[in-house]
């Protein structure tokens, strides 16, 4: 058996399609969805990030603008800014990108984002509506992962995950708990490990869908995945100039494909879907303010 590969930049060039169409419908009625992306200090990675946001955009036809600031940006002055944008009507979208400089609290630019604006789902508002189920923005990467179950029909079209296990490997507010909190509410039972659980092996063995979101390189192995499993690697990792210094994700790839029954790829695999669910989330904060809502729609 070898594994589908989930082909993460055709399904993103699928959804961005859809995406372009509302923007479009969007703009017929006077509102065109704003982004603005903020990004403090020269890390490389960063950099890279934000130009792949920005062009995107301009792809799907959503207006965007970058806020590109020098390492030494006060937190005040970070603050200041983002109070701006909360204000300013033809931005619908507000996204920091992380990390930001050590002498800047990440806690305290998140929770400055106006919750309807927070795009990249992080507020505690938006994480409250997502434990509730209540609408609300959900961070990309779990929400363009959730695209792939249902583009692989595992969820939609009368299926849900109902008797199906799934095991989240990692507990970030950026992926492993939104990750796992949407798999419960698509009523999968849900396992959550991390660096303290012990035999791990032995739970992963035991998912229908594992989702790897660790943070090391090819840490997943087949020994480590149930035959026929989903496996969603969220992991990016760039390996040492000595081992070739190429992006690997946390499943070594080569060793999982014939145990598994689907599988990402990295790159290609989840990374464009997060980007894509960026342009959808500001689509719906566009939406939402079009009808005086502050809670974005499905």
């Known amino acids: 058996m070898t594994a589908v590969r989930i082909d993460g930049n055709a399904l993103a060039a699928k959804v961005r399609h859809r995406i372009a169409g509302e923007v479009e419908a969007l703009r017929m009625r006077g509102v065109t969805p704003g982004l603005a992306v903020v990004l403090v200090g020269d890390d490389p990675a960063s950099q890279v990030y934000v130009r792949n946001k920005v062009a995107a955009c301009a792809k799907a036809g959503i207006h965007s603008v970058m806020h590109k600031l020098p390492g030494d940006t006060s937190e005040a002055e970070l603050l200041h800014i983002i109070a701006s944008l909360n204000g300013d009507d033809t931005i619908h979208g507000i996204l920091v990108q992380f990390p930001v400089p050590a002498h800047i609290a990440q806690e305290r630019v998140i929770a400055a984002i106006a919750p309807r604006k927070d795009v990249d789902g992080l507020h505690a508002e938006s994480a409250g509506a997502l434990m509730l189920g209540t609408p609300g923005f959900v961070s ?9 179950l249902r583009d692989i029909g595992w969820i939609g079209h009368g299926v ?16 492993g708990k939104p990750m796992a909190m949407l798999l419960l509410h698509a009523n999968a039972t849900v396992t959550i490990c991390h660096s303290g659980t012990r035999d791990l092996p032995g739970h992963c063995r035991t998912a229908d869908i594992l ?31 000595s081992e070739g210094g190429k992006l690997v994700g946390d499943v070594d790839y080569d060793d999982v494909l014939p145990m598994a029954g689907y599988i990402t790829p990295v790159p290609g695999g989840v990374g464009p879907m997060t980007i894509t669910m960026l342009l959808d989330n ?17």
């Not at 990309?140 to 792939?148: D, F, L, N, S, Y």
């Not at 849900?160 to 990692?170: E, I, N, Q, T």
């Not at 790897?212 to 690697?233: E, Y």
């Open 140 to 148: 990309c990467t779990p929400a363009g992962c959730m695209e792939m």
């Open 160 to 175: 849900d995950l109902r008797g199906k296990h799934a095991v989240v490997v990692g507990r970030s507010n950026l992926v």
């Open 211 to 241: 989702v790897a979101a660790v943070g090391r390189a090819r840490f997943i192995t087949a020994d480590m995945v149930k035959p026929g499993a989903v496996v969603l690697d969220v992991g990016i990792n760039r390996l040492p100039e």
């Open 282 to 298: 500001t689509v719906r904060a566009a939406r939402a303010s079009l009808a005086g809502s502050s809670a974005p729609k499905p």
